[in-house]
């Protein structure tokens, strides 16, 4: 089992930025992959990015290709989500998840002026 903890969330203007971080318990981070999911009031989750075990392959939803970045760093057990660009449709719960199952809390992100 992975425990997650996201943290980085907060209130942004439209066009701003944020970084979001996810860090893992455990040595066992760096064998899975891992995701990056939101939620938005009143909708379903949805995946947002990912990223392979070694940090070489990444995938990203049409919605927010070019405006962000998933990235890890296996030696601190952390994910990051770099988020450009910031929209109001950006504003969601952000969770991580990882291949092996678990979840984050997750962290608000709000994108209003």
């Known amino acids: 089992q992975v425990q997650l903890v996201e943290s980085g969330g907060d209130l942004v203007q439209p066009g701003g930025s944020l970084r979001l971080s996810c860090t893992a318990s455990?040595?066992?981070?760096?064998?899975?992959?891992m995701r990056w999911y939101r939620q938005a009031p009143g909708k379903e989750r949805e995946f947002v990015a990912s990223?392979?075990?070694?940090?070489?392959?990444?995938n990203y939803a049409d919605s927010v290709k070019g405006r962000f970045t998933i990235s890890r760093v296996n030696t601190k057990n952390t994910l990051y989500l770099q988020m450009n660009s910031l929209k109001p449709e950006d504003t969601a719960v952000y969770y991580c998840?990882?291949?092996?199952?678990?979840w984050g809390q997750g962290t608000q992100v709000t994108v209003s002026s």
């Open positions: 990223i392979t075990s070694g940090g070489v392959l990444t």
């Open positions: 998840n990882s291949a092996s199952g678990d």
């Open positions: 455990g040595s066992i981070f760096r064998l899975y992959s």
